[in-house]
């Protein structure tokens, strides 16, 4: 008998490996034959994906264009990948994917179909001077195209509690019953992440692992910074992530630059050495305005750094406020400069809530605990 085929639909093959690699070789040690579908790539991350024991294909997506004859393209291709292969399962996340993988799998009578949404993105998120039209016009496209593709989804899972409300709920958006499920975080590796107490003998610093964006809460994370160096000079503010030109939310290269020559920050760009960096950090940061549940936090937890991060969805999922850390009203700059003060005043809690912060992300965040829940969800049994 034929191993059964499970496909994986999602946009960026890095991505795919990063986050999806433990799930992957679950499947795979499963007895299942995983084939990975990526719209963006290169040969590097391609490669890697297939020495994880994975089939690649790779298909045609414009992951944030509105052009509809664009993604009915992406439809078709994906129905003749589809009726080509005949998948025991599909399973698609982000937007995009879940909408037209899931249609595409539909139509081609795949019989278990799997849709992960991991955060409701920039459509569904509030913003201290409202929402753009072009957003909302993007949220009621979204909506629509959620209405005709959720009732052929046998299994939609969300990270946090709060996304179904905001979304199915309260679009009443019709769905098959008990096709609603909560994760909770992707997990990660703790191997990846080892526990490693905070150096007490060391300078304090403050981390945000992020892409520079207004939502991820950039500019509210240089201001605090900028209003905590005027009071203790010898503390250290760190900026790991990369620059989003295209992004009209995002901060610029002369923004960057201004505040580079400030001396208010130290900017770290992109890097693969994250786990070092959180390490050679105090406090994690990380004032989003929205998320599924962030795994740069999952990581900082997991090494044991204490979190300070702001009261909604996704955020809140990974801090007991006053036990790993704390949660700050968003937009709030003066509530997290005082947080972060609390911190440079009583340096005794950075280990004693990044301990917290550790139990945390092993009882929560361990991806061999949250693959084995993904395989239940997805009824993958023995």
């Known amino acids: 008998m034929k191993n059964k085929n499970i496909f994986f639909v999602g946009t960026t093959a890095s991505n795919l490996y990063l986050f999806r690699k433990d799930f992957i070789v679950s499947c795979i040690n499963k007895g299942y034959q995983v084939y990975a579908l990526v719209s963006e790539y290169d040969d590097t991350w391609l490669e890697k994906i297939k020495s ?22 992406t439809l078709f291709q994906l129905k003749k990948i589809f009726s080509t292969y005949q998948p025991d399962i599909v399973f698609s996340f982000f937007t995009k994917p879940v909408i037209y993988g899931s249609f595409a799998a539909r139509l081609s009578n795949v019989p ?63 769905h098959r019953k008990n096709a609603i499920q909560v994760l ?21 610093s403050f981390v945000i692992v992020a892409r520079l964006l207004v939502e991820k809460g950039i500019y509210e994370y240089l201001a605090a910074a900028k209003i905590v160096k005027e009071k ?70 997991a090494i044991g750094r204490p979190v300070i991060t ?12 006053g036990v ?18 609390y911190f440079i005043e009583h340096p005794e809690q950075i280990n004693i809530m990044g301990q917290e912060s550790y139990k945390m992300a092993r009882d929560k965040f361990d991806a061999e605990k949250v693959n084995i829940k993904l395989l239940r969800i997805m009824d993958i049994c023995n």
């Open 52 to 73: 994880l024991g994975a089939v690649v294909i790779t298909y045609e997506l414009s992951r944030s264009g509105l052009n509809p004859f664009h993604d009915l393209k």
């Open 112 to 174: 278990n179909v799997v849709g992960m949404i991991e955060g409701l993105g920039s459509p569904f998120t509030e913003h201290p001077q409202g929402q753009l039209f072009k957003m909302k016009l993007v949220q009621f496209f979204q909506v629509s195209l959620y209405r005709v593709v959720f009732p052929f989804i046998d299994k939609i899972i969300f990270l946090n509690e709060d996304d179904p409300k905001d979304l199915v709920v309260s679009k009443k958006i019709y």
């Open 184 to 204: 909770g975080g992707i997990g990660l590796n703790l191997e990846d992440y080892p526990y490693s107490p905070w150096d007490i003998s060391s300078n304090i």
């Open 232 to 301: 203790y000079p010898n503390v250290y503010f760190k900026i790991i992530g990369s620059l989003d030109t295209q992004n009209p939310s995002g901060l610029t290269q002369d923004e960057l630059d201004n505040v580079i020559q400030s001396g208010v920050i130290e900017y770290k760009g992109f890097t693969n050495q994250i786990a070092e960096e959180l390490k050679n950090s105090s406090v994690f940061v990380l004032p989003s305005y929205r998320e599924g549940v962030p795994r740069s936090t999952q990581e900082a937890m």
């Open 310 to 321: 702001t009261d909604v969805p996704g955020c809140r999922d990974t801090v007991i406020d």
């Open 324 to 341: 790993n850390g704390f949660l700050t009203p968003k937009w709030d700059v003066n509530a997290l400069a005082n947080k972060m003060m």
